[in-house]
């Protein structure tokens, strides 16, 4: 069984900055692509970024390109989102996921495991 916690989320002022992690349990974590998703309150969930399990391959959202970078140390079994340049609307709570094929990374219904997300909150 995989299980995967989220952290780091909290408040923050517009502009400036948040790290999230995702730490994940189980031996295979380095066989696995990693995505961030967030889901605002009233809105659908969203796909933010994603990394291939080696790390060499990352793909975002185009709301986030420039202001978040995703990244993975899996000697720690640990993903992150350094987010910068927050705004107003990237509050939402933050959920990490992992799936075993770099494919179809934006479509939440393809990963198999999911954490209990975290809340960031950005004040204008």
């Known amino acids: 069984q995989v299980q995967l916690v989220e952290s780091g989320g909290g408040l923050a002022q517009a502009g400036g900055s948040l790290r999230l992690s995702c730490a994940v349990s189980?031996?295979?974590?380095?066989?696995?692509?990693m995505g961030w998703f967030r889901q605002a309150p009233g809105k659908e969930r969203e796909f933010v970024a994603a990394?291939?399990?080696?790390?060499?391959?990352?793909h975002y959202a185009d709301f986030v390109k420039g202001r978040f970078t995703i990244s993975r140390d899996n000697g720690k079994n640990t993903v992150y989102l350094q987010m910068n340049s927050l705004k107003f609307e990237d509050t939402a709570v933050y959920y990490c996921?992992?799936?075993?094929?770099?494919?179809?990374?934006?479509?939440?219904?393809?990963?198999?495991?999911w954490g209990q997300g975290t809340q960031v909150t950005v004040s204008s």
């Open positions: 189980g031996r295979t974590f380095s066989s696995y692509a």
């Open positions: 990394i291939s399990s080696g790390g060499n391959s990352k």
């Open positions: 996921a992992a799936k075993k094929s770099y494919t179809s990374i934006d479509n939440g219904n393809s990963y198999n495991y």
